[in-house]
C-alpha cells in the first residue's frame, strides 16, 4: 500500500509560479509511475502529466505543456510538479497518483492509478 502526501499550493498571481510536491511511502517508489491531475470546482478531474518509473518517460496534458514540468527524485520517494507562467484557469485541486502500469498510453486515465494523495489547493489570482 502507498501513501501520498502533496503539499506546496497555495495563493499566486497569474504568471507566477509554484512547485508541488508528493512524497511516498509505504511501497517501492521506484516501482511506480507518478501522475499529477487536478479538479477544479464543479469539474471533473483531469489529467496534468505523467512521469515514468525512471524518467526517461514524461507527458503531458496540451495546456500545461511548456509550462508544467514533472520530475521525480527516486532516493528521496518525492515527485514534482513545477508549474509557470500560471494562468487563473489553472485554479484546481492537484492531485497525486501512482500506477505499477508501464504503459505510457493508459497513464492519462483516471482508472491506471490505484494510489492517490488527498490533493492541495492551487489557487491563482488575476
Known amino acids: 500500500q502507498v501513501q501520498l502526501v502533496e503539499s506546496g499550493g497555495g495563493l499566486v498571481q497569474a504568471g507566477g509560479s509554484l512547485r508541488l510536491s508528493c512524497a511516498a511511502s509505504?511501497?517501492?517508489?521506484?516501482?511506480?509511475?507518478m501522475g499529477w491531475f487536478r479538479q477544479a470546482p464543479g469539474k471533473e478531474r483531469e489529467f496534468v502529466g505523467a512521469?515514468?518509473?525512471?524518467?526517461?518517460?514524461?507527458m503531458y496534458e496540451d495546456s500545461v505543456k511548456g509550462r508544467f514540468t514533472i520530475s521525480r527524485d527516486n532516493g528521496k520517494n518525492t515527485v514534482y510538479l513545477q508549474m509557470n507562467s500560471l494562468k487563473p484557469e489553472d485554479t484546481a485541486v492537484y492531485y497525486c497518483a501512482a500506477t505499477q502500469t508501464t504503459l505510457s498510453n493508459s497513464w492519462r486515465s483516471i482508472a491506471t492509478y490505484a494510489f492517490w494523495g488527498q490533493g492541495t489547493q492551487v489557487t491563482v489570482s488575476s
Open positions: 512521469i515514468s518509473r525512471g524518467s526517461v518517460v514524461s
Open positions: 509505504g511501497g517501492v517508489f521506484s516501482t511506480y509511475a
